[in-house]
């Protein structure tokens, strides 16, 4: 995990106006409250010489205070609470016992663990703008009606979450959400995190159950950042995420790996909008549709990768029933039970430059609505080497022939197989892409493919929200080096032909 760039404060000046008429004043400046913690504390906290209990310290901790954790395991025999009256307060791990500035912490060499022992949640937030860093949370454990998060459930606004590490930790509450319940926390930030072998089992509740084994989030202005999730799993749906408020959820820098449902969506369930940049989805499963993502609402992807993604049902990678925007984006070797071995829409679609190899039971299905009206867009993009099962095609597929399609445009595509004519045009059919290294899942065209320059820049700019000139390519380069976008998720500079 990288650690956060951090800058220094300056201390404020107090300028006092003067007056014809003599004012006595007092100024007070309040200095920042420190109180230091310890496994075995049983001081007042004013030192790291006698350091305070951390139950103690946080039902004591005025707003603003800033909590210092020296390093260990702290057993968690009840609940943290951060209530009413104490927003503000900061709690920072990672301390060997000397420091005298928060910079001198190393959070990932002085490991500090708040243990839940399989037995209770780990904390409550019920009070604004606290702060969560450095921390392990292990071996959370909630139950009940109602319930979720056993590591954190949060009830207010502006939590940050950052460099923590999320392990373990299990809801059988009919909320789910292994680690993180956000019931209404608005703004809420999760930076530089970890989240692994967090669970939701099934419990059946009478009124049902949600999912998320690592989040549940019902709030607005969610932001994940540079965090990854492995290896959580849930019952319900949403192997690591379950997100249903209608407020976008951004996600960037992040990596999603072998996390699971037995709902729909391996890695993440959404009735949010959701926009994903810079992110990897590796092997993620679900026995519904959506291997990785299960979406219902609009949904942005740009420069994301899909690889071994898989789905008892539709959509080996993702299942959509909103409007989705997908740009510099790579679907390789992913796997549906029923067609959309890549990706199952069932809303509208506009995708350009994306790279579609090894995809088994048809890379992108098309299912609109009866009289849905929706549009599909599909443009300077590559399928190579899908395949199906019995007469589908292998590369896109309609699946839905008697439902309403508004605009249906399939341009400048290489494809396997042809498509229906009036699908679209000026598409390659059955070319070879020269990929540079396709065994070991290099798919950057060779400077002498094909397929270089030959895509179309114009159609790219009507998709991305940023133009050729200006963007970037999956793996971070310029993605126009000639006069003309190249097709597929990656740009390559042309071989000049020689003299």
């Not at 992110?279 to 942005?300: E, K, M, P, Q, V």
């Not at 590369?395 to 839905?400: C, H, V, Y």
Request: aromatic content about 8%; overall charge negative; hydrophobic content about 35%.
């Amino acid at each position: 995990m990288t650690d956060l760039l951090r800058k220094a404060k300056g201390t404020p000046r107090i300028v006092l106006p003067f007056i014809s008429v003599l004012l006595l004043s007092c100024t007070a400046v309040r200095a920042q409250t420190i109180i230091y913690v310890s496994t075995h504390g049983a001081g007042d906290g004013s030192s790291w010489t006698q350091p305070s209990g951390l139950i103690d310290a946080v039902t004591s901790a005025p707003p603003d205070a800033q909590i210092w954790l020296k390093q260990g395991i702290y057993e968690m025999t009840q609940t943290l609470e951060f209530q009413y009256g104490q927003s503000g307060i900061s709690l920072f791990g990672g301390f060997n016992g000397t420091e005298t500035n928060l910079n001198q912490r190393d959070y990932e060499s002085n490991e500090t663990i708040l243990d839940g022992l399989n037995e209770r949640r780990i904390v409550n937030i019920d009070e604004e703008r606290i702060v969560l860093d450095g921390l392990t949370l292990r071996h959370g454990f909630v139950t009940g009606e109602n319930e979720g998060g056993a590591a954190i459930y949060i009830r207010d606004s502006e939590t940050q979450l950052r460099n923590c590490v999320f392990f373990a930790n299990v809801s059988r509450g009919s909320r789910g959400a292994g680690a993180i319940y956000n019931r209404s926390g608005s703004g809420l930030l999760i930076e530089n995190c970890l989240f692994e072998n967090n669970e939701n089992p099934y419990v059946e509740y009478p009124n049902g159950s949600n999912g998320g084994g690592a989040i549940h989030n019902w709030a607005d202005e969610v932001t994940i950042i540079n965090t990854v999730f492995r290896n959580n799993s849930s019952d319900n749906p949403g192997g690591a995420i379950y997100t249903w408020y209608d407020d976008v959820t951004k996600m960037e820098n992040c990596r999603f790996v072998r996390n699971h449902s037995e709902g729909n969506g391996g890695a993440i369930f959404a009735r949010s909008q959701l926009a994903i940049n810079n992110t990897d989805f590796i092997d993620n499963t679900s026995i519904g549709g959506g291997g990785a993502i299960h979406n219902g609402r609009s949904l942005t992807l740009s420069h994301v990768a899909f690889r071994g993604n898989r789905a008892t049902d539709q959509g080996g990678s993702l299942y959509t029933e909103g409007a989705a925007t997908i740009t510099n984006a790579l679907f390789d070797e992913n796997q549906a039970g029923a067609p959309g071995g890549a990706i199952y829409n069932r809303g509208s679609v506009r995708l350009s430059n994306v790279t579609f190899v090894n995809n088994r039971n048809s890379a992108f299905v098309f299912a609109p609505r009866i009289s849905s009206g929706d549009s599909q867009y599909l443009y300077n993009s590559i399928f190579y080497n899908n395949s199906a099962t019995g007469s589908n095609a292998p590369d896109i597929m309609n699946a839905s022939p008697y439902a309403g399609v508004t605009d249906l445009v399939i341009r400048h595509n290489s494809l396997q197989e042809a498509i229906e004519p009036d699908w679209g045009s000026d598409n390659l059919v059955g070319v070879n892409p020269l990929f540079a290294d396709p065994a070991n899942g290099n798919y950057r065209p060779q400077s002498v493919s094909p397929l270089i320059d030959a895509g179309n820049t114009g159609l790219y700019n009507e998709v991305s929200d940023t133009d050729a000139g200006a963007s970037i390519d999956l793996a971070g380069n310029a993605r126009l080096l000639g006069g003309v976008i190249d097709m597929g998720a990656y740009e390559v500079e042309a071989t000049p032909p020689s003299l």
